[in-house]
């Protein structure tokens, strides 16, 4: 996806980042225009900003006396704002971890169309993905480009560290092994635990 197609998007982006901005409302962009701000892909097409809970009315009172209108979804971990029907997601609660001061400190600014502001690293990037992974929603066509075009930028080792909990990261991470995608030096862990999840299964089949 050409971000910079999509001029509609991308001056929304930076009405809201101005507003949060001059508002002094700590923030950092996320999502699929962050990996953009990082020179990288992504299948999604939407914008994020991450906030604090505790910033989300003064954002949004900002934002609707500069035209946007305000939408309290049903889901309790964001609210959006709407620019001439161009949506943008107030994210306070990701991947079920509430946005904090370090949240917001593992960032670093980047141009997002000649306006600097704070973006979520690629290591955060992609732990969010990875963590975004279920039994409900477990695409991994949406991870890939973001691995491929972001992978030496990305931190793998604290990926794993910070992923290990969610069989369906592990999964994704083998495959990474096996496409060639993951960096040479986390090949043998990736392998190890491609092993390690072969012999479980082996293991099951003996024991029924």
């Known amino acids: 996806m050409d971000h910079r197609g999509d001029e509609g998007l991308l001056h929304t982006l930076k009405r809201v980042a101005a507003v949060l901005k001059q ?105 969010h993905k990875l963590l975004s992974f279920s039994q409900h929603y477990c695409d991994f066509a949406r991870g890939l480009p973001l691995a491929r075009s972001l992978r030496e930028q990305i931190d793998w080792a604290r990926v794993r560290e910070e992923t290990g909990h969610s069989p369906y990261a592990e999964a994704f991470l083998i495959l990474l092994n096996r496409l060639d995608v993951v960096p040479a030096t986390d090949g043998a862990a990736a392998t190890t635990a491609a092993a390690d999840l072969e012999a479980t299964r082996a293991e099951k089949e003996v024991l029924a």
């Open 23 to 127: 508002s002094e409302i700590p923030f950092a962009l996320g999502g699929s225009f962050a990996v953009y701000a990082h020179g990288g892909h992504s299948s999604d097409h939407d914008v994020d900003f991450l906030l604090r809970e505790e910033d989300t009315e003064r954002a949004l009172e900002a934002l609707v006396a500069e035209g946007f209108v305000a939408e309290r979804p049903p889901e309790d971990w964001l609210v959006k704002v709407y620019d001439n029907g161009r949506l943008v997601d107030l994210i306070h609660r990701p991947i079920e971890t509430p946005v904090t001061d370090d949240t917001l400190a593992d960032t670093v600014v980047r141009p997002v169309d000649a306006i600097h502001m704070p973006v979520l690293t690629a290591t955060r990037l992609m732990v």
